[in-house]
Structures are given as structure tokens and as C-alpha cells.
């Protein structure tokens, strides 16, 4: 009695409210009459650590299932050696024998491991269920919500923490059943012999084992060494209804997921959803956005819908695919890795005017908790003191193989240092900037002051510059002189860690970031008065990186507001790179795009990339592809590998359209279009801990309100004159501006 007694309670509490995790609709949900039949086109749903596809395989029904922390660690034998050395490096440059240079780092270094690896998946039979009637993915809700015509019906959703995923069903058949399918790390007879460079098979895994017992099934993997990670799913019936839940937990995590379902089946997917929305709630009430073109519409919301699943506070960063890596028997596109010579940075621009700061931190904490590993990387590779961070990264930011100049470039830690800048900025947090953002640039500085040499003339360069990713992987992606890139990250890492110096009393520091940054000459300029690549070389070629515009965007150095010669610049700038045209822009370079044009000013230009973006560049479930996939010529690459950081660089495009205050002074919709006459935000953030609601109507500014976070100098352009209001705000006041 006692036995059967417990399990009634458990079964009350597992099923109760478990149809009534109630939903809101938006415009922006994804909504189709079919399930998606390949994963990178699946319903995303995620937390940052662990991750969900919601698509079909044959006749299945099928989970594709992911943790943030899945990975093989192993390190790279080839860079134990003493020739893995920047110094080796140039040396082989010097000579022109850059062969040894590829074998060490594009041969040797490059094998299967390191990498991310997938999770598993679950499968469910539905080849009795008949059509889809409806697949909806609710972004205020975070939950994907699945009916067939047989009247079956699905929830799913990811809970905003933890390691746990729920499936709610109704109204399935008696046949009904979950299968745990793990992936293939092994292969026998005739498939070994077409083992492709990105077998699973090749990490040398033994198969995992799964585990059944009753509806609780199990699978353990064993990684590299002493690694290993679990799922575990568990699911209970009642009637025609069935609740399940599953997780993934990995070595690193110090949990079971075993036991991790056994706790959240306890408390069933009622308690688990209302915990849910006290995250999504508060989320979406951060900051909003109206703008009357519906394609860009919809895909801001789903941008931020994905930030949102793909980052935390404690969460490790956002990772080439986050939580979403491949689920089709390969190792992901690039290994599923942290690309720190565009990716990692683009993929956190929303953070900031979105008014997403503690999402942020999902970065930055990363970044500092790695500090000790990165300054020993610095000190074998380059022989210096401070801190260089390289450019392709493990989960525990070890450095991967690669093109030598980019993932191994001296100023990849200035743009990464340039996020804490722009916490400290947006945040207005002192002691943010003392114990965490000017500390990490303090070493940055330092490194560059050591790795750069005075020549002759008194000016501070490289002895050997590069751009990313100019004349890819030959020795001629090697530069003399310094490259607008180079130059611009070093002059960013010297001004802002002198301007940090400042705000924290620290007057000798303050003048020697000063004194180095004013030994840097002078950007190199083309003959139509634009930026170059380098001295002497045009941007005269269709590239995906604008690695030569850095100055413009994100770093800000040089802004329209400054002076006509800087606008004179960016114009220059920006109309050789439409001349020479998109053929090899990826989709994430249309996003850039978008963010460039908004800082220039120009809200037409600016509107189009983002149009472009989302129209040509996105598969059906808002996911970026890389190419063109309407194969209409916005880029000669057509293909469709998977990567997060041009979503999340599209999200921060229409941000910047609608405020900006990189120059220390705020503007209302800076950067849209003629045609855009009912346009709203609500709370994006400024510079100085200002938070801004701003809406037009027909045409005509209708509201300004300001809140001062930590009070301070308010300064805000008046949308009537031009002129610049200056006010004295407290902390927690809301402030009207006169219209």
C-alpha cells in the first residue's frame, strides 16, 4: 500500500497542470505545417547549457540533444614542441619558407580533437499520427508546441536553468514509446574505409552503452581520458497523456543526469515551467523593439529569442553553434569552437543596447575565470608578459590549430578586452571596472606595448601585421607595415585603457597607454580617401571579414559626429566596399554591414543589408547559413554550415539604428529609414547606465523618457534642434525630454 501510495502521488504530481503550460503568440513566432527534416532547420529551444532540435528523421520524431560543455579536450601534441613560437613563426617569414608553418599548424595540429561533440537524440515513432496540423515555436514561452491532424499534440520546452528538458503529450496512441539514440563514435567493415576528416569515429571513442529500464533509459559516453558524459530520460503515462523529461550532464558538471531527471520528474513540468517564465518574463521585458518592415521585425525577435537560449550569467560563451551543435554523424563546421577572430565578439553585440548586461557576463566571467591560462599561452608563444588570448579556442581556452596570422594574431585580446570596455560603459559599474575591465586591459596593453617596436621614425608597429582573413593562409597574408586592423585594435586596447586609467585616479598609467598610442601612425588610406587594408593595398576585392574597417565599427574611433574628414572616411570606406561588391560576403558580413551603415548615419543602406540578411541568408528556422540560400547573387558562397555569430550581429544592426551613444552623447533613431514613420523602443540602453523609450508616430517624435540606473551627466541630442541637452540626473529618476 505504502509503495503504490507513493506512486500515485509522484504520478498526481508529474501529471498535474501538465496540459496547461499556457502559451502567448506573437508575430514573430516560427510557425510551419510540417516538421523540419534535416536538424539545422529544426525548432531551436535552449538555456546556454544544455540545448534541444525539434525535427523529424524518417518516420521519427526527433530530439536532437546538446550540452555547452560536451568536448573533447585532448591537447595538441604538435604545440608541446619548442618551435611552437610566434618567434618561429617570423623567423620561417623572414626566409620565406613558410612550408614548416603549415605542417605545424594546419597538419600536424589539425586532427579531429580537439572539438565539440553532440549529445544524442531521442526518437519517437509517429508514422501513425498522421500530418502536422501545426508546429509552432512560441518565442515569448520559449516552447515548441507540435499538433497532428490525429489531434496528438506536443509541448516542449527547455527550463530557463539547470540541465533538464521536458515533453508533455497528449492524446498518444497506445504504441507510444521514446527510443535514446546515441551517436556512431564507432563504425565497422566497409565504413571504416570512408572515414572523412570529420568522422566522429575518428576521436577513437569506445560506443557508448545504453541503459533500459522500464521507461528510464540511460546512456554513458566515455570521452578523451577520464571524460564522460550522460543523458538520461525518463517518462511516465497516464491515460493517453505522457510526461517526460530528459537531460544531458558531462563529467565537467559534477552531475548525473540520471538523478537530474529522477528530481525534476518529482516536481513535474508544472513547477518546472513557472520557474521557466520567471526567467523568459523578466527577459523580454528587458528591452523591445517596433519598426514597421515585418522581415526585420521578425527576425529581431527571433535573434533575441536565440541570445536568450544560447547565453547566461554563469553560462560558459556562445560557441560557433551553442547549444545546437550538428546532429548529423559529423564533428560540427569548425569544430564547434570559439572563433576569437570575429565570431565570439559579434556574437555578444546585442547585449549591450539590448539591455541585456547579465547575459553579457556569460563572456566575461569566461574570459576572466581563463585569465591564468591565457598569460601562460602568452608567455610561451610570444615570450611576453600580459595578455594575448588566441584566436581559435577550446571550451577551457586552449588554443586550436589554424591559420597561423588569425588564430595566433597579438590583438585578438584587444577585441576581446573591448567587451569589458563596453560592459564598464553601458553598466556605469565601478567596481566592475577596477576589479575586472581595466585589470584585463592593463595586460592587454602591456602585452602590445611589448609585442610592437619603435622604428626609426618614432612610430610603433608590428614587426609582421595581418588582416583577417586577407590572402587567407600564404606567406603574403604577412604585412611590413601594420594593417588598419592591427592598428585599430592596438590604438582601441592604448585609448581605453588610458581612459579607464583616468576614471580610476591612476595618472601615471593613464599617460603611458597615452604615450604608446600616440607613437601609432596614422590609418592607411586608399586613393578614393577610404580606409585600406594596409599601406599600399586597397580593399579592391569582394571579402567576407571587414577586418580593415575596424576603426569604424565596432571599435568606434572613428564616428561621422567627429569631424567632416572622419565622415569623409567612413563614406569613402563604405562605398568601395558596395563597389567591389558582395560575391564572397558570407551572411554575417550583411549584418556587420548593418551596423556600419547605422553608425554612418545611413538608414536606407542599413535597413537593406538587415532585409538581405534575413531573407537570403537564414534557414526557415532563423538559423544563419553562411550562404546565399536563394542563390539570387548576394554572395557567390551558396552553401548552408551553421554559425550564430551573423544572428546575433543582425539583432545588434537594428539596435544601433535606434540609438546610439558610442560618442558619449545620446541619439534617437540615428539611422532609419525615410519611410519608417511608426517606429517605438522600450529600454534599450545607453552609455552611462541610461536606459531610453523613445516612439514616432507618423512621422513625428511622439516620447522621450530616460531612467537613470546610476545617476550622472545625462547628455541627449534634442530631436528638435539638433542641439545637445545636458542634465543632471539621479539615480532611479525617469526623465522626460522636451520635444
Not at 496540423?133 to 514561452?141: P, S
Not at 586613393?527 to 593595398?537: R, V
Not at 554572395?635 to 544592426?653: H, I, K, M
Request: net charge negative; aromatic share 12%.
Amino acid at each position: 500500500m505504502k509503495r503504490a501510495l507513493l506512486f500515485t502521488c509522484f504520478a498526481i504530481g508529474c501529471f498535474a497542470g501538465c496540459s496547461k503550460l499556457e502559451v502567448e503568440t506573437s508575430e514573430s513566432d516560427l510557425v510551419f505545417n510540417d516538421l523540419a527534416t534535416v536538424w539545422e532547420e529544426a525548432m531551436p529551444l535552449g538555456n546556454a547549457t544544455v540545448g534541444e532540435l525539434v525535427w523529424q528523421k524518417g518516420d521519427n520524431l526527433r530530439l536532437s540533444l546538446d550540452r555547452i560543455d560536451l568536448w573533447d579536450l585532448r591537447p595538441i601534441e604538435a604545440f608541446k614542441g619548442e618551435v611552437y613560437s610566434f618567434e618561429w613563426v617570423k623567423e620561417h617569414v623572414r626566409r620565406g619558407d613558410y612550408g614548416p608553418v603549415t605542417e605545424l599548424f594546419d597538419k600536424k595540429g589539425y586532427a579531429a580533437a580537439p572539438s565539440k561533440i553532440p549529445g544524442a537524440a531521442l526518437e519517437m515513432d509517429i508514422s501513425s499520427w498522421g500530418p502536422v496540423k501545426e508546429n509552432r515555436l512560441y518565442l515569448n514561452n520559449a516552447l515548441c508546441e507540435v499538433l497532428w491532424e490525429s489531434g496528438v499534440l506536443m509541448k516542449t520546452f527547455v527550463q530557463a536553468d539547470g540541465d533538464v528538458g521536458w515533453i508533455v503529450f497528449e492524446n498518444v496512441p497506445e504504441s507510444f514509446d521514446i527510443q535514446l539514440v546515441p551517436p556512431e563514435y564507432q563504425v565497422k567493415g566497409e565504413d571504416e574505409a570512408g572515414l572523412g576528416s570529420s568522422s566522429l569515429a575518428l576521436l577513437g571513442y569506445p560506443q557508448g552503452e545504453v541503459k533500459r529500464e522500464g521507461n528510464l533509459t540511460t546512456y554513458h559516453q566515455r570521452g578523451w581520458e577520464d571524460y564522460f558524459y550522460d543523458v538520461a530520460v525518463d517518462w511516465k503515462r497516464r491515460g493517453n497523456k505522457v510526461v517526460a523529461a530528459w537531460s544531458v550532464t558531462s563529467s565537467l558538471s559534477g552531475k548525473n543526469a540520471a538523478a537530474e531527471v529522477s528530481k525534476a520528474m518529482s516536481k513535474g513540468p508544472k513547477a518546472a515551467y513557472k520557474h521557466h517564465m520567471e526567467y523568459w518574463e523578466p527577459y523580454w521585458k528587458g528591452s523591445s523593439v517596433t519598426v514597421p518592415d515585418a522581415t526585420i521585425q521578425r527576425q529581431y525577435d527571433r535573434e533575441m529569442y536565440k541570445f536568450g537560449s544560447a547565453t547566461r550569467k554563469d553560462s560558459y560563451p556562445i560557441s560557433l553553434q551553442s547549444v545546437w551543435t550538428a546532429d548529423d554523424g559529423f564533428l560540427p563546421p569548425w569544430k564547434g569552437d570559439y572563433h576569437n577572430d570575429l565570431n565570439t565578439q559579434l556574437s555578444y553585440w546585442p547585449a549591450y543596447i539590448g539591455n541585456h548586461l547579465d547575459e553579457g557576463l556569460g563572456y566575461l566571467n569566461t574570459l576572466w575565470s581563463q585569465i591564468d591560462k591565457y598569460k601562460a599561452f602568452t608567455k610561451k608563444f610570444f615570450g611576453k608578459e600580459g595578455l594575448a588570448v588566441p584566436g581559435y579556442c577550446t571550451l577551457e581556452g586552449e588554443a586550436m590549430s589554424g591559420w597561423v596570422q588569425y588564430g595566433f594574431s597579438p590583438t585578438t585580446s584587444a577585441w576581446l578586452g573591448q567587451h569589458f570596455y563596453l560592459h564598464w560603459k553601458y553598466s556605469a559599474d565601478k567596481e566592475f571596472l577596477k576589479e575586472r575591465a581595466y585589470p584585463f586591459m592593463r595586460d592587454v596593453a602591456l602585452f602590445l606595448e611589448q609585442e610592437t617596436e619603435l622604428r626609426p621614425d618614432g612610430t610603433r608597429t608590428f614587426e609582421y601585421s595581418a588582416s583577417p582573413e586577407i590572402n587567407d593562409n600564404r606567406i603574403d597574408a604577412f604585412f611590413t607595415d601594420i594593417t588598419n586592423y592591427d592598428l585599430a585594435l592596438t590604438k582601441f586596447a592604448f585609448v581605453a585603457a588610458a581612459e579607464m586609467a583616468d576614471s580610476l585616479g591612476l595618472a601615471e598609467d593613464s599617460a603611458r597607454w597615452k604615450t604608446d598610442c600616440g607613437q601609432l601612425p596614422d590609418y592607411a588610406i586608399d586613393e578614393d580617401g577610404g580606409l585600406s587594408i594596409a599601406p599600399g593595398l586597397s580593399y579592391n576585392l569582394s571579402h567576407r571579414h571587414f577586418s580593415h574597417a575596424m576603426a569604424i565599427h565596432p571599435l568606434g574611433l572613428l564616428d561621422v559626429s567627429h569631424s567632416p574628414e572622419e565622415k569623409s572616411i567612413i563614406d569613402a570606406t563604405l562605398s568601395r566596399l558596395h563597389a567591389n561588391g558582395p560575391d564572397w560576403w558570407c551572411g554575417y558580413s550583411y549584418s556587420w554591414l548593418a551596423n556600419m551603415e547605422a553608425r554612418a548615419k545611413h538608414g536606407e543602406e542599413a535597413a537593406e543589408a538587415l532585409r538581405t540578411f534575413a531573407s537570403c541568408f537564414v534557414l526557415r528556422n532563423s538559423f544563419h547559413a553562411n550562404g546565399d540560400q536563394t542563390k539570387s547573387g548576394k554572395s557567390r558562397f551558396t552553401y548552408r554550415p551553421f554559425t550564430l555569430e551573423g544572428n546575433f550581429a543582425y539583432a545588434s544592426g537594428l539596435q544601433e539604428m535606434l540609438l546610439q551613444s558610442q560618442t558619449g552623447v545620446i541619439e534617437v533613431f540615428p539611422a532609419i529609414p525615410s519611410g519608417w514613420k511608426n517606429v517605438s523602443f522600450n529600454r534599450l540602453r545607453a552609455m552611462g547606465a541610461f536606459l531610453v523609450s523613445a516612439e514616432m508616430k507618423d512621422g513625428k517624435m511622439f516620447s522621450i523618457s530616460v531612467y537613470s540606473e546610476k545617476g550622472g551627466i545625462l547628455r541627449i541630442r534634442s530631436p528638435k534642434d539638433g542641439q545637445v541637452i545636458t542634465m543632471d540626473t539621479k539615480p532611479g529618476e525617469t526623465y522626460s525630454i522636451s520635444l
